[in-house]
């Protein structure tokens, strides 16, 4: 239903509400994250190996499953697990993508993203 109503949308938003946005979106993010971490602590921090990747991934789990039982108030979020993320130079061809930045995960809310490291 909502995307009837983005499709409509024009104009740019005043700076005091730019900031607001901006203030949700980060304690949104927070939540998520603090959410997330309350499940895996439930579970004594359970994982596979005591390695980075192992860590980010359950965490990401976690962040899923957040997602998942709270579908209304998490509508325009989605968590990536380590997406490739490669710059404009590499889009455009000019550098090769090998060297692209991988970050743990990615968690998109609405058009911004937020680059994540489990460290």
């Known amino acids: ?3 009837r109503y ?17 203030a949700d979106i980060n304690a949104h993010l927070r939540q998520l ?18 390695d980075e990747l192992s860590y980010s991934v359950r965490l990401f789990y976690f962040c899923e499953l957040i997602i998942a039982e709270n579908q209304d108030d998490h509508m325009i979020m989605h968590v990536l697990h380590a997406a490739q993320q490669p ?15 991988r970050p743990d995960f990615t ?5 911004v993203k937020f680059r994540l490291e489990a460290k």
Do not use: D
């Open 107 to 111: 968690v998109v809310i609405g058009a």
């Open 1 to 3: 239903m909502l995307h």
């Open 87 to 101: 710059t404009r130079e590499m889009l455009l061809g000019l550098e090769h993508p090998s060297s692209s930045p």
């Open 33 to 50: 994250i603090t959410a997330a971490l309350r499940r895996w602590s439930a579970e004594q921090f359970s994982t596979f190996s005591a």
């Open 6 to 22: 983005r499709q409509r949308m024009s104009g740019t938003a005043s700076p005091g509400l730019r900031s607001a946005a901006e």
